[in-house]
């Protein structure tokens, strides 16, 4: 009898669990969503995809992907939401309906066992960073998954194959690449099996024109800042990355050795898992072809332009269980019995050790779900909050630092006066002149209230860090948020009023 692969290699794609244990598990993962969506309070990077969607038209938002170094795709999608008035939380109900989506396709469809699919939909990035957290990246691993799915009806359906892809490309700029790769890897496929028709080519052109519209959003504009002059970018950086792809956590936690240590040892056992899985596919080398060509561009981008945050680590992982998913639509390319049996050995030791990873991650999401549920994530709703129930939001708010924009969505037609770029706003253009302004010194800060605004009723000025001697430059503290706030940060706020 011929061994079977693991990953169940039968050329059609269904549900491989039963819909009972698939709706528990997917209602169970809704529920506590659901509950932490509830106790989150949003930080800056999530308001300014909402501010920009809302103040701005369709063609100023395009123009506004080269300062924000992401296609539009997300912002297309608040649009209606934000355009219409309706409330904040719009964006992350949108953004965990997403998550569901993602977590529905993943259980039913993929190829993988019922405790591989608990440990990954209940661990970190699943279960909090790319659910709880409304960025673009939970839009990216939809599509993926969607993409895997259907793949095997690629060729039969070719222009929803293509389209699919056309829209991973315009989701982040690290979706660019696996989208590219899958273009070139389905371009290749209808060349090598010689596709008869045209919709085929049709389906290469629509994914060309995906990765183009991307392409021209991320262009540069002459003011656009180069981040990798003061932002460091090692070339350890991918190491790094997969480290926190399998372990999304700082150390070991263990006393007898140093941080550093600990982290050195997660990187060394993360990498060795890396290459693990990558040799179970070696014996498919169009799976392994685009998985590496993917890889590059994401390593390109955390070793030479960006070094990025677990948002963008935990794509590693996606990346890994999608050509796991995928890899089950090709034969080996060795058909010796011994060859398939040391290929059947490494898949199941990948699976095996990534749930060893996921069940730690599991254990960690468990402790940040904690922390989401009891502490804020950002101070900034509170913040609004005092200012909108004292009626402040009258008043003219001054603010020092981008992370005061996490304030705005929640008042209707507010603008802060920044004093960087001294100039009213709402989400920031990280161009030069955000840079040139970004570490303006208090003294500076109040010389150009000195200048804009000679007369002080009516004045507020919103900080992310404590006035030393507040009494001596004209204003007082009137509300402080710096308590147990845990987000990224973390965003703590200070705001002081104008003494006439």
């Known amino acids: 009898m011929s061994p079977k692969n693991i990953l169940d290699n039968n050329n059609t794609t269904k549900k491989n669990t039963s819909f009972v244990m698939a709706t528990f598990l997917i209602l169970l993962y809704s529920a506590i969503q659901i509950v932490l969506l509830l106790h989150h309070e949003p930080w800056e990077d999530e308001a300014q995809a909402w501010l920009i969607a809302r103040d701005l038209d369709i063609v100023s938002i395009f123009r506004q992907m080269s300062y924000e170094g992401s296609p539009a795709l997300w912002h297309m999608l608040l649009l209606p939401f934000a355009k219409t008035g309706l409330p904040y939380i719009s964006e992350f109900i949108l953004h965990l309906i997403i998550a569901v989506a993602a977590v529905t396709v993943f259980v039913l469809y993929a190829p993988f066992s019922n405790l591989t699919k608990v440990l990954f939909i209940f661990s970190y990035y699943m279960a909090y960073e790319y659910s709880i957290i409304a960025r673009t990246y939970s839009l990216s691993i939809l599509l993926v998954f969607l993409i895997a799915a259907l793949y095997n009806k690629r060729f039969e359906y070719p222009l929803w194959h293509a389209f699919l892809i056309f829209l991973l490309f315009n989701t982040n700029v690290h979706s660019f690449f696996i989208s590219f790769s899958l273009t070139i890897l389905f371009a290749w496929e209808i060349y090598r099996n010689s596709v008869q028709g045209g919709k085929p080519k049709i389906a290469v052109l629509v994914m060309c024109l995906g990765g183009l519209l991307s392409f021209f959003q991320l262009l540069p504009q002459p003011d656009t800042v180069d981040y990798r002059t003061f932002i460091a970018c090692p070339l350890p950086a991918p190491f790094i990355a997969t480290a926190n792809a399998f372990f999304p956590w700082e150390a070991l936690f263990c006393p007898l050795i140093t941080q550093v240590e600990q982290r050195l040892i997660l990187i060394t056992i993360a990498v060795l898992i890396f290459f693990i899985v990558i040799s179970s596919l070696s014996k498919k080398p169009v799976v ?96 609004a909050d005092f200012i909108m129930k004292n009626h402040l939001d009258q008043y003219t708010i001054i603010a020092t630092r981008s992370q005061a924009a996490a304030l705005l969505p929640y008042f209707t037609e507010k603008k802060f006066w920044y004093a960087g770029i001294g100039a009213y706003g709402t989400f920031v253009t990280y161009n030069k002149k955000y840079l040139a302004g970004k570490e303006i010194s208090n003294e500076q800060v109040f010389s150009k209230i000195e200048k804009a605004f ?47």
């Open 288 to 383: 392994l072809f685009m998985l590496l060509l993917s890889f590059s561009g994401l390593f390109y981008i955390f070793a030479f332009q960006y070094h990025g945050a677990r948002r963008h680590h935990g794509l590693i992982l996606i990346l890994l269980l999608f050509a796991l998913w995928i890899s089950r639509y090709y034969r080996d390319s060795q058909n010796k019995l011994s060859n398939k049996m040391k290929h059947i050995k490494l898949a199941r030791l990948s699976i095996g050790l990534i749930n060893v990873c996921l069940a730690l991650s599991l254990l960690y999401a468990s402790g940040i779900q904690y922390l989401e549920y009891k502490y804020p994530f950002s101070g900034a709703k509170e913040m």
């Open 454 to 500: 000679p007369d002080k009723s009516h004045l507020l000025l919103l900080l992310t860090k404590p006035l030393d001697f507040s009494e001596s430059h004209g204003f007082k503290l009137l509300y402080k948020v710096d308590k147990d706030i845990f987000g990224y940060g973390p965003e703590k706020f200070y705001l002081y009023e104008a003494i006439s």
